[in-house]
């Protein structure tokens, strides 16, 4: 190798080194989160990791500071709320406050001027549905804190479910001073307005529960009644309609609009709605009675008898049913006859007066059904003399 070649070598050497890949400086530790030593400091961080959403690592802190200072107020009240909401996170059926309460009840024990304790035993009462207990725990948690809220609101409703409507009410209304857009409040308390039929509070309460949560399915349950009995029908129409977009097979709902509708001669939905009732119903006389009703005043025999049969079917007592069934058998008697069908017209007559028999029973329609039958007598004996 030449002199020259042997510098240009050394050359590319120098120049392939230098574009290599550097070394890479060894990476910094990450920061070690430093233990806290002081219980002040235990329970700040404790509460910060509350505050952040990271409820168990919350637990354990509080764990760590009673497990040297079991008659720490603050370690075991926040470590019972903690464990309260832990369980409250899970299934309805899968909840068990059991510690929560334990460390709850102690708080109690070491501070009775406290209302949260009370407030959080009071609501673990309130979900087990032991509403005598949550009452005590409750009424402490609202004399303590005449502002609390969730207090007012579950005393309120506890009451109610122990039958003290008087004391309910009370606390109810409380809620409201303190949140007039309270969801429960509201309707609970339209609720007890609708029974009393103080119909114009409980419209003005059932409306702004329904404001404050639109898919409050109760709320319009009971406003689309409400709102009828008050001759408001464009309302209680579109509350009904609301309703049956999601239940369509409400009963109430349906009855309302058919009556709306009845009311107001729009008898195409009517009868369309008592159809969708016999479907739902089919047992129900009540509901076979206005179509059954329609058809025979319009002469629709043919009709009539197809939907006679069915509900017959379902209750072959149906004194209405028997009454118009056998006047629809007698109409297609006379129809044979004109034909000059003898025979079919007796046997039409005959079965006519089984369903005129039948219709007697019930003292409503017994009077008419001994017209009919006497005659449909006086023709089979027309007939039987010829």
């Known amino acids: 190798m030449t002199g020259l070649k042997r510098i240009f070598t050394a050359i590319i050497v120098i120049v392939a080194a230098g574009c290599g890949p550097k070394p890479q400086a060894p990476p910094e530790p990450s920061p070690v989160e430093e233990e806290p030593v002081t219980p002040a400091e235990r329970l700040e961080l404790a509460r910060s990791y509350m505050d952040q959403g990271r409820v168990g690592e919350a637990a354990d802190r ?17 470590l019972g709320i903690a464990l309260f909401s832990m369980e409250s996170a899970a299934f309805e059926n899968e909840r068990d406050y059991t510690q929560a309460a334990i460390h709850l009840r ?17 609501t673990i009462e309130f979900e087990r549905r032991n509403h005598q207990a949550a009452i005590e725990h409750l009424s402490v948690a609202s004399s303590l804190d005449p502002a609390n809220e969730a207090a007012h609101e579950m005393l309120g409703l506890s009451f109610i479910e122990v039958g003290g409507e008087d004391a309910g009410k009370r606390e109810l209304r409380k809620t409201l001073e303190i949140n007039p857009r309270n969801q ?5 308390l339209g609720k007890i307005y609708e029974r009393e039929d103080r119909n114009d509070l409980a419209v003005k309460l059932l409306e702004t529960a329904l404001a404050v949560n639109p898919n409050l399915d109760m709320a319009r349950y009971i406003l689309q009644r409400v709102y009828y009995e008050e001759g408001l029908y464009d309302k209680a129409e ?56 329609h058809y025979m005043e319009n002469n629709d025999y043919e009709k009539a008898g197809a939907l006679l049969e069915t509900s017959l079917s379902h209750n072959p007592y149906y004194a209405y049913g028997n009454i118009r069934y056998g006047q629809v058998l007698a109409h297609r008697g006379e129809r044979a006859l ?27 329609y017994a009077e008419t059904a001994a017209k009919l039958m006497s005659q449909v007598e006086n023709r089979l004996r027309g007939l039987s003399d010829r």
């Open 238 to 293: 579109i509350k009904c309609k609301e309703f049956l977009k999601f239940h369509p097979a409400d009963i109430q709902s349906l009855e309302i609009l058919s009556w709306i509708y009845r009311l107001q001669e729009r008898t195409g939905e009517m009868l369309a709605v008592y159809e969708e009732l016999t479907r739902i119903q089919p047992e129900n006389t009540a509901y076979w009675s206005p179509l059954i009703q």
């Open 106 to 122: 102690r708080s109690v024990d070491l501070r009775k001027d406290d209302p949260r304790p009370y407030l959080y035993l009071g």
């Open 338 to 364: 004109e034909s000059g069908s003898r025979e079919q017209a007796i046997d039409s007559f005959s079965l006519a007066l089984e369903h005129f028999r039948k219709a007697m029973v019930d003292d409503r």
């Open 184 to 188: 429960s409040a509201n309707l609970a």
């Open 62 to 78: 509080y764990r760590e500071i009673l497990a040297y200072a079991p008659d720490d107020f603050e370690a075991n009240l926040n």
